[in-house]
């Protein structure tokens, strides 16, 4: 089954613990992208990778990092996790960035 | 950047009823996408558009790039409708490789 797949779906941690949510697609997608969703803004770029080896900033890239080191693999990086950063959090892929978008499941973190 | 508005923000209907959702933008884009977010989070690709209109059961969705205008319609309405969605744009050029999203359309259908 064509799927994306984050890990966890819901994670609990505190101020400054480096933590990392996985992404993968099954799909040989070019095209992966971070997003985070808050109330009353909507989802927001964070992170996009065209393919191996080549990412690039969103709209709001600080505190995060990633990585595209296997065309499968997308994770999304928090070095030093803040309040701010308390969020859904989405990985979608697709063909390119001209086809449409599979999005996963979603990642509800919470950084207290 | 461009600008995504949708509306209405939110929209209570009776069931069977026919519901309109729009979305408008403000600079040109390469294609228009029509998401559904359920409770409980998941987000699910409804439609891609970059001219026309596109039908998937009792779903249609139109575009009219002259006027930067997309419309989704939902025909006989079901209270498992009951969802966010979402309208997000492709901008041309250099903002091509981002998505840009609406706030999003809160749908509530009411047996």
């Known amino acids: 089954e064509a799927q994306v797949t984050q890990n966890p779906r819901y994670l609990i941690t505190v101020t400054g613990k480096k933590l990392t949510v996985t992404c993968s697609q099954n799909m040989n997608h070019e095209y992966m992208s971070w997003y985070r969703q808050d109330p009353g803004l909507g989802l927001r770029q964070i992170y996009y990778s065209m393919n191996v080896e080549v990412t690039d900033k969103g709209d709001v890239p600080e505190g995060y990092k990633v990585s595209r080191k296997e065309k499968r693999n997308f994770p999304l990086i928090l070095e030093s996790p803040s309040p701010n950063q308390t969020s859904l959090y989405f990985c979608?892929?697709?063909?390119?960035?001209?086809?449409?978008?599979?999005f996963g499941q979603g990642t509800r973190l919470t950084v207290v | 950047k461009n600008e995504v508005e949708q509306s209405p923000q939110n929209l209570t209907a009776q069931e069977e009823e026919f519901i309109t959702i729009n979305c408008s933008y403000s600079v040109g884009i390469s294609a228009l996408h029509w998401l559904q977010q359920h409770p409980g989070g998941g987000i699910v690709s409804l439609f891609m558009?970059?001219?026309g209109k596109k039908k998937h059961g009792r779903l249609i969705a139109t575009i009219n790039i002259q006027e930067k205008h997309s419309s989704l319609h939902i025909t006989a309405s079901h209270p498992r409708d009951s969802a966010v969605y979402i309208c997000a744009v492709r901008s041309l050029g250099a903002g091509s490789y981002q998505l840009t999203f609406g706030k999003g359309t809160k749908l509530s259908v009411i047996p």
């Open positions: 979608a892929s697709s063909e390119t960035r001209y086809t449409e978008a599979f």
């Open positions: 558009l970059s001219s």
